[in-house]
Every structure is written in C-alpha cells, then in structure tokens.
C-alpha cells in the first residue's frame, strides 16, 4: 500500500446505444481522514490523456489520524483504444502528491451484474 499514489481502474462502456465511452475510477488512500474530493481536469495532448485530481480538506471533519480513501469517478468520453496513454495527477492546493499512470486498451468491459427489478 503506498500512500499519495492513486490505484485506478479505467472501464469501457457503450452509452447512447452504439457510442463507446471510458471512464477511470481512482482510489487515493491519504494519511488522514480530513481530506475529500475536489473536482478534476482532463487535457488531451501529444495523444496522451492528462487527469489532474483535486482534493481539499474538509473542515467540517474532527481530524483522527486514520488513512483514508478519497475517490474520483472520471468520465473520460472517446478514446481510441489503441494504447493511448493516461496520465493520473493527485494535487492538494496545487502541489503534486501523487501520480499514477495507464493505458486505455487495458480497460475493462463494464459489466457489472444488474439485480433483476432494474
């Protein structure tokens, strides 16, 4: 387990019927548990993705001294999938604290099983 370093998950599904969409889901375990998401930025450039994570501190959080998870869903959109790299970014106040890298044709097929009265 290494701290600051997010654990991703890029997944692959079709949306709209025929229109094929990625998404990355980052786990980010922080040594504390007054931190929490704060938005994200995507930048495409030179053929790679770019995702900068934001996190803050929670004010309204007694501090305990806990490792902690922070999570960031990320809707990606069209991607090629032929290899184009993604390039994960954790920042707090601008600082880099962590990063994380990986690929789009190693997504996963999203098909996570639906209870039946869906």
Known sequence: ????T????????MVD?????????????I???IYKTSGYQINHTGGAVNVDLFIEVDSTIQPLG??????????LGALPGDGTKINIEVKFNERLVGKAS??????????KPRPPFI
């Open 1 to 4: 387990m290494k701290l600051n």
């Open 31 to 33: 040594d504390s548990n």
């Open 6 to 13: 997010p654990i991703t998950t890029v997944v692959k599904k």
């Open 66 to 75: 806990v490792i902690s998870p922070i999570v960031h869903n990320v809707e």
């Open 102 to 111: 990986t690929q789009d044709d190693h997504a996963e097929e999203d098909d």
């Open 17 to 29: 019927g025929n229109q094929l969409s990625y998404f990355l889901h980052a786990v980010t375990l």
